[in-house]
């Protein structure tokens, strides 16, 4: 018999999977809380916007308060390393015992591959690898300074207008055999043979079963999901549906998942049975538009019954929150968003709208006000500005100015 859940114990069951469920320490963060939280998560997505913060950086800090980056840094710079950087949901930081299993996936894309019809590429490859081999970390632009290489780039336009030499190396590092080992001050990848950037041992997962890898990738997405559809399974590392529902098919065959119904939920459930069911979720947190909580915006909505879109790449005029918006978390509800803006010469973290979801509770400008004070700190900010843009700015403002002196 089926189970059931209504969507208030669904909501703590996803929480308390992402560690979003309580209140945090208080205090510094640790690097071993720091390194639990990533393990909790799997992958941290990256992305080049630093309007605020890097996107990598955010999800710790809402899950564990105020910490000191360069732990996260050391975690993926220093070997052993616990993340490496890969495609997973994006560009992300993984654990690296799940690289092993997304590189099949990867070498299926067209972005993993040389075809045919471009012979060049793969000797452009085997140069750049050669070039590797026998020199320190590279950026696209050291390889293409090294190797002599000059080609006319079309830069007139957003979007992918790569070299070729950054065409091969992407080819490269999406097929795994060369590695990031790091990013340059400019957020440029630093590029390396695999192997020396990770172990053999997590390079090769001691088989090509592509079934075999994607039970593993899904069964990891379930434990750090807590419970979702197919689809939220599927779209944490970015696997094909089908890929996805076989593997929950042989998941639940193996009692790792039990099938769910979720009152409210459209749809087919799963629960990972080592999920953990609070009677209570207590958490307060600003969450990044790269937060894994996030990632799939159907189950957001359908979960949370809030409707959240990325707005970064939306004319201006057309945004209806604004451009860099982060939902914020009271307890189990999504209630309310914030556009927010690190003004790093004047030392100051700009709310430039902030608007409360119909059902805010009344303690949400407050909370919202301790929240963005704390961010402000950790962040090296000197105060919290808020601008009159939004349904919660005038109640913001004054929580603001009550708890700290802000303006």
């Given amino acids: 018999m089926t189970q059931r859940m209504t969507l208030a114990q669904a909501r703590r069951v996803a929480l308390a999977a992402q560690g979003l469920h309580q209140a945090r320490p208080t205090g510094p963060a640790t690097a071993r809380q720091v390194g639990l939280a990533f ?48 495609w997973a949901h994006e560009a992300s930081f993984i654990s690296p015992g799940h690289f092993a299993d997304l590189v099949p996936w990867q070498r299926r894309t067209w972005m993993g591959s040389f075809t045919a019809e471009r012979p060049e590429l793969r000797e452009l490859a085997d140069r750049i690898l050669a070039l590797l081999e026998t020199s320190r970390p590279l950026t696209a632009r050291d390889v293409a300074s090294r190797l002599g290489h000059r080609e006319d780039v079309d830069r007139s336009n957003w979007g992918w207008n790569w070299s070729t030499v950054k065409e091969a190396l992407e080819a490269l590092f999406a097929r795994g055999e060369v590695g990031s080992a790091g990013r340059t ?4 990848r630093r590029y390396a043979p695999i192997a020396r950037v990770l172990p053999p041992s997590a390079v090769s997962s001691g088989d090509d079963d592509a079934a075999a890898s994607a039970e593993r990738l899904v069964e990891t997405a379930a434990r750090a999901h807590g419970i979702g559809t197919v689809r939220c399974l599927a779209d944490y590392f970015r696997l094909p549906l089908r890929a996805a ?55 957001i909505e359908e979960l949370f019954g809030f409707h959240y879109r990325l707005e970064i790449y939306t004319p201006a005029e057309k945004r209806r929150y604004g451009y860099y ?52 700190r950790w962040l090296g900010l000197e105060s919290v500005q808020v601008h009159p843009e939004g349904n919660l700015s005038l109640e913001l403002a004054r929580m603001v100015r009550t708890r700290c002196g802000g303006t």
Avoid: C
């Fill in 39 to 86: 393990d909790r998560l799997h992958l941290l997505q990256i992305d080049s916007v630093n309007v605020l913060s890097r996107a990598h950086y955010l999800p710790i800090f809402a899950r564990v308060g105020p910490y000191d980056r360069d732990i996260l840094d050391r975690m993926g710079s220093r070997s052993p390393r616990r993340m490496v950087e890969y």
């Fill in 245 to 299: 529902a076989s593997a929950v098919d042989r998941l639940i065959a193996r009692g790792v998942l039990e099938p769910v119904k979720v009152a409210g939920w459209p749809g087919q459930q799963y629960l990972h049975v080592g999920a953990a069911r609070p009677r209570l979720a207590r958490g307060r947190a600003l969450l990044s538009p790269f937060d894994s909580l996030v990632f799939e915006r159907r189950r």
């Fill in 325 to 376: 918006v982060l939902p914020f978390l009271l307890g189990d509800r999504l209630v309310a968003r914030v556009d927010l803006k690190a003004d790093r010469a004047d030392g100051r973290l700009v709310v430039r709208s902030s608007h409360g979801e119909v059902d805010a509770p009344a303690e949400t400008a407050g909370e919202l006000a301790a929240e963005l004070w704390l961010m402000a």
């Fill in 185 to 188: 001050a400019q957020f440029e």
